[in-house]
């Protein structure tokens, strides 16, 4: 069986005769990094349909220097049903991957209307036009055409001390932002039964690594503890995710795109479970390691009220794309943590370029009195 690592792994050899790549969100985390692969091990063309809100950068694409000639940003609401439609004509594309979502579980809690409007009317604007473009294409590029739906494990609830989600996992969500991300996987695979719409689902676990809006768990950590603030912990810290360095997850979503079976899901984690507690205290240790000064930074956690519905538990078998589509994630979670860490620590000027732009400083969201 063989195992893709950075030096085998040929993306335009994956890619063959497909040149134009329109991946929605790409000014995001997740959509970023897929972006700087395709434009770094490929030839392709890629156009990023993005509305740039407050947590869109697009500095992590310029940094691939004159391959970011390849990019081009179509600045567009997914909301705007007309602008999606002349986007899709214009990117002409052979493949989509759709990032583009409300992603953040407190503020889907302070404002679920806003996750509504995004990942549910969004992906359904997004299936409408792609549709129509799909049926006019001619039958050679109609049958290599393919729409890469990302969505999230969080679709699935929450699970007990023992036991993994998988693709058979009935859909359980528990707040605002999984429940539109259920949503728009149900539009996704209703349009590829209704309308034979050449799909496939990808449900991941938590990503992590360079890049990420300093809102997210990770990034939020190391970014109070570096300035020597209260680091919040949720509840009791024990609730637990199986954590997925992004580089892996693009790894599975460019193989998903080529190899995966239309109508089909895989679910991508990244054998990386513990506890919110435990993640916690390893940052503080790797930044204890790096600033001996200011240790022990775990002096700074401070156990706040628990998130309104927070699941407890969530962890993926990823037997079927492992088997299926020969990936494996190629970071464990102590290297992937450690990139990270050093990645923040290194990058403070573009941390404080997103925090000031968005107006986002660290503050508690999604907190009902």
């Known amino acids: 069986m063989t195992i893709y690592s950075p030096e085998i792994f040929q993306i335009n050899e994956l890619l063959s005769d497909r040149q134009r790549i329109l991946v929605t ?10 972006i700087r692969r395709l434009l770094t091990g490929s030839n392709v063309k890629v156009f990023n ?13 310029q940094q691939v220097g004159e391959s970011s000639q390849r990019h081009e940003l179509i600045n567009v609401d997914l909301s705007d049903a007309g602008s999606i439609d002349e986007a899709i004509i214009y990117a002409n594309p052979d493949i989509v991957f759709h990032l583009a979502a409300e992603s953040h579980v407190d503020r889907s809690i302070d404002g679920p209307k806003t996750f509504l409007d995004s990942n549910v009317i969004g992906t359904f604007n997004l299936l409408q036009a792609i549709r129509k473009f799909w049926e006019s294409l001619p039958p050679k590029r109609k049958g290599s ?17 023992t036991g993994y989600f998988s693709e058979d996992t009935p859909y359980n969500p528990s707040s605002p932002y999984a429940a539109t991300k259920a949503a728009s996987d149900h539009l996704v695979r209703a349009w ?3 309308y034979g719409l050449p799909v496939v689902v990808t449900n991941c676990s938590n990503n992590y690594g360079p890049w990420q809006f300093p809102e997210k768990l990770i990034p939020l950590v190391i970014l109070k503890a570096l300035k020597g603030k209260q680091i919040p912990l949720y509840g009791d810290g024990m609730n637990t995710r199986d954590w997925l360095y992004v580089e892996d997850h693009v790894d599975a979503l460019l193989l998903s795109a080529i190899k995966g079976e239309i109508g089909k899901s895989y679910c991508v984690g990244g054998n990386g479970e513990c ?8 940052i503080c240790s790797l930044l204890d390691a790096k600033i001996p000064n200011s240790a022990p930074h775990s002096s700074l956690i401070s156990f706040v009220q628990d998130r309104p519905g927070h699941d407890f538990r969530y962890s993926i078998d990823s037997k079927k794309i492992q088997e299926e589509l020969d990936w494996r994630p190629r970071h464990s979670l102590e290297e992937g943590l450690k990139n990270t860490v050093e990645w923040y620590c290194n990058n403070l000027s573009w941390c404080n370029d997103v925090v000031n732009k968005s107006g986002y400083d660290g503050q508690r969201m999604g907190h009902i009195n």
């Open 25 to 34: 969100g790409g000014a995001g985390f997740i959509g970023g990094c897929l």
């Open 49 to 61: 349909l993005d509305k740039c809100g407050y947590a869109s950068n697009l500095k992590s694409i």
């Open 145 to 161: 055409f393919r729409l890469i739906h990302i969505s999230t494990d969080e679709v699935f609830g929450s699970l007990g001390n």
């Open 192 to 194: 590829n039964l209704t």
């Open 275 to 282: 506890t919110n507690k435990q993640i916690v205290y390893s």
